[in-house]
Every structure is written in structure tokens, then in C-alpha cells.
């Protein structure tokens, strides 16, 4: 992905940070699924467990875009899937609820995520 290409996608509001939520790119990269953009910021160094001001990390994001590439690929490079948001929500009781993809449940039950 070039530099342009690259600049032309941030430009896009879907992956501008929300400073309210204190929401990062990777943040978005991860509700929207967009693999390259995710891989591109990990390359780059961000922070794989940044939370917002829900509590929340990427991974939470991901769980809810129901992607199990995304899922798969974060918990691969260090996500943190027994964290718990503000509310005592984890990241396997969002995946179950928002997400509702079962491939990526048994992959979170797989790698000793629970409730």
C-alpha cells in the first residue's frame, strides 16, 4: 500500500479517531474489517490494547465486526482477550452478543478466553 493510498484511507471519515471515546485507528480499523489498514498500523507500532474511555481495545472492535481474520491476527500479535471493559463486559461476552459470529467465540474459547 503506498503512501498516498495509505493517506487517501485516513482521510475517509471511518478511520478518523474519535477523541470523544478516545477511540485510535486501530479502533476503527477493527470495527470496518479493514485488514490492510490494521496490519499497516501494527507494522507501525500502535498500541494492540489501547483502551477507550469504555474500557474497550481494539480487540473489542473486532469481536463486534465479527471478522475471525481480525480476531485471528490480533490475538496472534498480543491482544489482550481477558480484559474487561468498564462495565465487567469481556471481550468473549461481546463477541457472543455484538458480534454473534460463532467461528470467532470458539476462536476466543480456543485460546482460554471466558466470561
Not at 478518523?16 to 479502533?27: A, F, G, Q
Not at 465479527?66 to 491476527?73: N, R
Not at 482477550?81 to 461481546?94: A, E, M, P, R, Y
Request: proline share 1%.
Amino acid at each position: 500500500m503506498s503512501n498516498a493510498e495509505l493517506n487517501q484511507l485516513f482521510l475517509n471519515e471511518k478511520y478518523i479517531i474519535s477523541r470523544k471515546e478516545n477511540r485510535s485507528y486501530l479502533h476503527n480499523a477493527c470495527r470496518t474489517g479493514n485488514e490492510n489498514i490494521i496490519k499497516y498500523l501494527m507494522k507501525h507500532g500502535v498500541d494492540i490494547n489501547k483502551e477507550d474511555i469504555y474500557g474497550e481495545t481494539p480487540i473489542f472492535s473486532a469481536c463486534s465486526n465479527g471478522s475471525v481474520k481480525v480476531v485471528k491476527y490480533l490475538v496472534k500479535h498480543g491482544a489482550d482477550i481477558h480484559i474487561k471493559n468498564k462495565n465487567g463486559v469481556t471481550v468473549l461476552f461481546s463477541a457472543c452478543v455484538r458480534g454473534g459470529n460463532e467461528n470467532v467465540v470458539k476462536l476466543l474459547v480456543e485460546h482460554g478466553a471466558d466470561f
